[in-house]
């Protein structure tokens, strides 16, 4: 697979979510994770369950921002439950998704900290 500017953007908000769960302790992380079949950008483990991380982009254009809205919120229902781990986070089910809107890491720490304390 051939890095894009795309690509290389996700991994920096990856890298900067890393960051930001590792200041607060969270060492039991995976990047881009597949749980059912399903990418994530992170999975970590926290108090005995995985948390599956989304980065949210926003609608392609030409797509209406409540239907992307709406099947992103689908995907999140999806995994939770699901088994996953063991490449970094614990073998366990997903216990919770969290949709990250991009902007909000791009933000910091004040903005992000609502989605996950």
């Not at 999975?43 to 948390?51: C, D, H, I, P, R």
């Not at 791009?106 to 304390?117: I, M, S, T, Y």
Request: charged content about 25%.
């Amino acid at each position: 697979m051939t890095a894009t500017p795309a690509t290389g953007f996700r991994e920096e908000l990856a890298d900067r979510l890393q960051q930001y769960r590792a200041e607060r302790g969270i060492s039991d992380l995976e990047r881009a994770a597949v749980v059912g079949g399903h990418p994530v950008d992170l999975l970590f483990t926290e108090a005995g369950e995985n948390t599956a991380v989304l980065i949210d982009f926003g609608p392609p254009p030409g797509i209406d921002p409540a239907r992307h809205l709406r099947l992103t919120h689908a995907r999140d229902d999806l995994l939770t439950g699901l088994p996953s781990g063991g490449y970094g986070a614990k073998a366990c089910p997903v216990g919770r998704t969290v949709r990250v809107p991009a902007w909000r890491i791009l933000a910091g720490g004040e903005v992000l900290a609502p989605l996950f304390d």
